[in-house]
């Protein structure tokens, strides 16, 4: 029997819709490799709304992971409020004063009597420390509740404490051998129903196999849960149907998969961007070790910077304007004549809100994608949507561009 | 007495954690201008655990806002459920198949008998039409649930019918006069405690004020709720105890903020950045109307680009290395160098998580600042964290510092 997992998130910044609630996300994908699968989720209001959410969740699973309200202030009640429910003394704990009292020296800042709320700690209750802030988190188990852990809210200080406290204190409650495994495939240029056409009849056949499809910006992902031997099985059918169109099977996203075949290749890369401004760079320089392939990204916003950076000439821009198949050519070029570099990946387009015409209506896009001592390709796309949607499925197009041409060897 | 709302987000890729979920912040963003507030929110697995939830949720709201479940694959259930549980028969839409038809045809695709499903209407359902995907939404109004809104899942199809279709008939729902009013502040530079211990007690003492605190990457916010007297006379406190702190008061992001106030002073701006990697760039860029005051941006990822295209010179990178104080200030004094902007931003850091060293860690960032005719400045921290709170927080400075600068004059 499974443990069955239960996440409330606290937070009126939440509900309120000011911060987007990422702990679901990184709790659940920190569980499933021991097997956990997070079966429920609810958000309440910070304050009082905590009580009656607690006293639901204890009666209907066996772990469960409260985040945020251990904060300094006033609306930062979780603490007490659990003590309270589960008859449990708070104490002082010199230790937890101690960290908060050291890291404040560091900063050079004195503690205040808010701060010391932060070193209760309920009675039996194990401390989990937090190296990235003050408040730590605590581990509570007592015969009338679940296994309960409260986290901090700030993902900075949640996300170490997950791993380096909560995950390795699961392990040890976990009595399942064979844990089944969950395998997503992902895939750029193909959608979603076109997917369940080429691969769904043959897998819903097989027993024991869970399945499901998301679609993202410029992207589908194809899950499979199952034992070992059942992934197996359904893998063949998946890879023979698929083929190509996926670009990862272990969860990495696009730009890992580009950087590690430049990498792999030894080649290097120079990008050049007017509508998507620097996130295409952005993207591929979060994949540590991107400063081996990436040389430089050129965020040429105005018609000036293209000619002064990448040498597009002005009677180019004149006559066919900044956003058009020429001037993503004329970018290319550039970057392959300025910079030592093999690959070349040039975007301009319009983002919106502004800036469409009847030609080239917001949404239009053109991408280059050059290879040194090849010629040149430009492909013309349409991604009518809000300004970072468009700049999400436009980088992903040109990272699939880019792969495809990698993979041709 | 006011409208219950609750969110019910269906999909097993929220609750193993592949995708975020961004619904409940959207939707809780737009419904606040009415005067609704979302009192709770649930997450359940695709499929069979969508009818409990949704049972559970019948019997406590007023408003019900039922996210995914709508698409072409077999683990959307969420209409024939609804449809089940109220006693609806499911009718066959020719408009909504016709809609789905000629979308089919603009993009060159025949429609398949999944794709079919999407036109089953539960009796008595408004149809929503949905300009952004196949599945339409549905709103149901029976005497035995409350208000229903069944909206697909993906953010690109459902953020345009909620503001379009889902907003207008709730506020046909409204009877209350005065709704309350929220006011965020957003900070930069100063701490959540800091910010507490110089507004919380004179705050706390206003009747009918509701308080909250938001601790985020580089900010920290100041949340206020009340009517609007009560956010008047509040408001005057907060301005005088926290000053030029507040970057913003009516919910703009600090990118927002400086590319306004850049605007308005006719100024431009251009940005050299190593570390963060087009992530300050990305930023800017997705301010609307980001173009009349970016000049450009460079990713100077290697040693080499940063001498190809901000002119440092070898000896200064050989000497200090790429990550000093010295070579953010002549990154700085390249940009003013080789383009006509009147501000500079430039940053070197570590992001690790390879790379630091004894004297320059992980997280070691120099920021420079330059300012045309003015003496460059530069500011070193330490930020110690993943690679994107890194980049994060680091941009965030950035950008605080160019505001404060711009705020002298």
């Given at each position: 029997m499974p443990l069955r997992v239960e996440i409330l998130n606290t937070g009126s910044e939440l509900l309120l819709g000011?911060?987007?609630?990422t702990h679901l996300a990184s709790i659940a994908q920190a569980l499933f490799p021991l097997g956990l699968r997070v079966q429920f989720q609810t958000c309440v209001d910070d304050g009082e709304p905590i009580r009656p959410a607690l006293q639901a969740a204890f009666s209907r699973c066996d772990v469960l992971i409260v985040t945020g309200g251990l904060g300094p202030t006033s609306d930062d009640v979780t603490r007490d409020v659990t003590a309270e429910l589960l008859d449990l003394p708070l104490r002082h704990d010199p230790v937890v004063m101690q960290a908060i009292e050291e890291r404040f020296a560091r900063r050079g800042l004195t503690v205040t009597g808010r701060i010391q709320r932060q070193a209760q700690v309920p009675a039996g209750a194990e401390v989990l420390p937090n190296p990235n802030g003050t408040a730590p988190g605590l581990y509570v188990k007592t015969d009338q509740s679940p296994f309960l852990f409260l986290l901090p809210g700030p993902p900075r200080e949640l996300l170490p404490m997950l791993h380096n406290e909560v995950i390795p204190r699961l392990h040890t409650l976990l009595t399942d051998a064979t844990p089944h495994e969950c395998k997503v495939y992902r895939l750029a240029g193909i959608g979603e129903s076109q997917v369940e056409d080429l691969v769904g009849a043959q897998l819903e056949a097989i027993n024991g196999l869970e399945l499901g499809y998301c679609a993202r910006a410029g992207e589908v992902d194809l899950r499979i849960i199952g034992t070992p031997a059942v992934l197996e099985f359904a893998d063949r059918i998946v890879q023979k149907a698929l083929g190509d169109r996926i670009?990862?099977?272990?969860?990495?996203n696009l730009e890992s998969v580009v950087v590690n075949l430049l990498r792999d290749r030894n080649c290097t890369l120079a990008l050049a961007e007017s509508c998507t401004g620097g996130f295409l760079a952005h993207r591929v320089t979060n994949v540590p070790g991107a400063s081996s392939v990436l040389d430089c990204g050129l965020v040429t916003y105005s018609n000036e910077s293209k000619t002064r950076?990448?040498?597009?000439?002005e009677t180019l821009l004149a006559e066919h304007g900044a956003v058009s198949g020429q001037v993503a050519r004329a970018m290319v070029e550039g970057l392959l004549h300025t910079t030592p570099c093999d690959f070349a990946i040039s975007v301009t387009g319009v983002a919106g809100p502004?800036?469409?015409?009847?030609?080239?209506?917001?949404g239009t896009v053109y991408i280059g994608l050059g290879r040194r001592g090849k010629e040149a390709r430009v492909a013309r796309h349409q991604f009518v949507t809000d300004r970072e949607t468009f700049k999400a499925m436009t980088t992903q197009t040109a990272l699939e561009m880019l792969r495809q041409d990698l993979l041709k060897g």
């Open positions: 000011q911060v987007t609630n670009f990862s099977a272990d969860g990495s950076l990448l040498q597009v000439s502004g800036g469409g015409t009847e030609e080239k209506p917001v």
